[in-house]
């Protein structure tokens, strides 16, 4: 699977964006898709994940209730919706697709990465 995500950009706090993630690959439908967060000079952290047939999302705490994920299996397309962006929100946002049968929160359970898309909040 090769991962593509795209829609970061500049937003000013209280504001919204959506990230996509596009993938190949015939095996998107029925992976776990996760996406994570990296901010300068921190690890990398977990931001939230579908079920392959999105019928179910786990968030971290510091989005729940701001961001949802949604997917599009016939696309072969991942959302992340993104409102009331907060500063702390920025950073390079990276999704990923895991093979697990249950909806994988750790970074090692993903096996394959996109490139990143950066999201700046500004205050």
């Known amino acids: 699977v090769q991962l593509q995500a795209s829609g970061g950009g500049l937003v000013q706090a209280g504001g919204s964006l959506r990230l996509s993630c596009a993938a190949s690959?015939?095996?998107?439908?029925?992976?776990?898709m996760g996406w994570y967060r990296q901010a300068p000079g921190k690890e990398r952290e977990f931001v939230g994940a579908?079920?392959?047939?999105?019928?179910?999302?786990v968030y971290a705490d510091s989005v729940k209730g701001r961001f949802t994920i949604s997917r599009d299996n016939a696309k072969n397309t991942v959302y992340l919706q993104m409102n009331s962006l907060k500063p702390e929100d920025t950073a390079v946002y990276y999704c990923?697709?895991?093979?697990?049968?249950?909806?994988?929160?750790?970074?090692?359970?993903?096996?394959?990465w996109g490139q990143g898309t950066l999201v700046t909040v500004s205050s």
């Open positions: 990923a697709a895991s093979s697990r049968r249950y909806i994988a929160t750790m970074i090692t359970e993903y096996d394959y």
């Open positions: 690959g015939r095996t998107f439908s029925s992976s776990v």
């Open positions: 579908i079920s392959w047939s999105g019928g179910r999302t």
